[in-house]
């Protein structure tokens, strides 16, 4: 069955269209004219600074996603020389299967010697797309919020996170088709924490999920302390699940993951922190990875 893809279109007279339905389990595309937020876009030296960031929460369950709805042009393409300009790119994201709606707004910005921001969020209310399709689904053993923790994202949140599975069985030395499975599902989570100390911690509770919705895996992963730098930082990058495995003559086979969800935890001067998100993530079927 094909993924359904919607694309709403934001265009340069300040309107917005929408073509295809949204839906559940289906794609949604942004299609941004970079002509509505032009003016932090800063040339020096002959080069041009500046990014249009889409950001995208889902609701009810608040995962919020972000990327660029422009590309770089570069001067020259062998190697690549400065950027000289910035075309729009669409951007695409799955949409979750427990989503009922979608808010959109988009920052522009760029750091020269001095700072440029501007907002495309009607004037803060931002843009609001309902999502249908087959109806929610919701694991009945999602990750639970922990009772003692204080929702304060200003305090910890997410920089950067992924889940994927892999086959992880090694490649013949001479190149060709692997001749087993090592199925594997892997996680990354790159926190950010306002302030740090010694004995600090950061973690995340962690399901995984079958297709349909049954848990099959529930832990606690703690998250490294990744050094000083711009901003205190904990990350987590790793095997989350170890799926089937299999080599001639020799099954072992495991439940399907195809959906993973996080808390994230942080906890400081005993006083235990969070996002407030329940993020996740939905993973392709075992059949289907190489």
Same mark, same amino acid.
């Given at each position: 069955m094909a993924t359904s893809i919607a694309t709403v279109q934001f265009q340069k007279d300040w309107s917005h269209t929408q073509e295809g339905a949204i839906e559940r389990g289906g794609r949604l595309k942004i299609d941004y004219d970079?002509?509505?937020?032009?003016?932090?876009?800063?040339?020096?030296?002959?080069?041009?600074?500046?990014?249009?960031?889409?950001?995208?929460r889902f609701h009810p369950c608040d995962e919020l996603v972000r990327g660029s709805v422009v590309a770089p042009i570069h001067e020259g393409d062998n190697p690549p020389g400065m950027?000289?300009?910035h075309m729009p790119i669409p951007w695409e994201v799955p949409i979750p299967d427990d989503a009922t709606q979608a808010e959109v707004w988009f920052h522009h910005f760029s750091q020269t010697s001095s700072r440029c921001d501007a907002w495309d969020s009607r004037f803060g209310a931002n843009y609001w797309f309902a999502i249908g !399709?087959?109806?929610?689904?919701?694991?009945? #053993?999602?990750?639970?919020?922990?009772?003692?923790?204080?929702?304060?994202?200003?305090?910890v949140n997410t920089l950067e996170q992924s889940a994927t599975k892999i086959n992880a069985f090694p490649q013949p030395a001479g190149g060709g088709s692997r001749q087993g499975t090592d199925l594997q599902t892997m996680l990354k989570v790159v926190a950010w924490v306002k302030e740090t100390t010694y004995g600090a911690n950061a973690w995340i509770d962690v399901h995984v999920f079958d297709g349909q919705d049954r848990l099959i895996q529930a832990q606690t992963v703690t998250l490294a302390y990744t050094g000083f730098g711009p901003a205190f930082r904990f990350k987590f990058s790793g095997k989350m699940y170890q799926g089937s495995t299999a080599t001639p003559g020799s099954v072992q086979p495991k439940p399907d993951a195809?959906?993973?969800?996080?808390?994230?935890?942080?906890?400081?001067?005993?006083?235990?922190?969070?996002? !407030?998100?329940?993020?996740?993530?939905?993973? #392709?079927?075992?059949?289907?990875t190489r």
């Open positions: 970079k002509g509505r937020l032009s003016r932090c876009f800063t040339r020096w030296r002959g080069a041009e600074f500046g990014d249009i960031i889409a950001y995208l950027v000289i300009g !399709g087959a109806p929610p689904r919701v694991p009945a #053993q999602p990750v639970s919020y922990r009772s003692d923790a204080r929702t304060s994202p200003d305090m195809r959906k993973v969800q996080y808390r994230l935890y942080y906890e400081i001067n005993f006083q235990v922190y969070t996002d !407030g998100i329940l993020h996740q993530f939905e993973l #392709q079927e075992d059949a289907v």
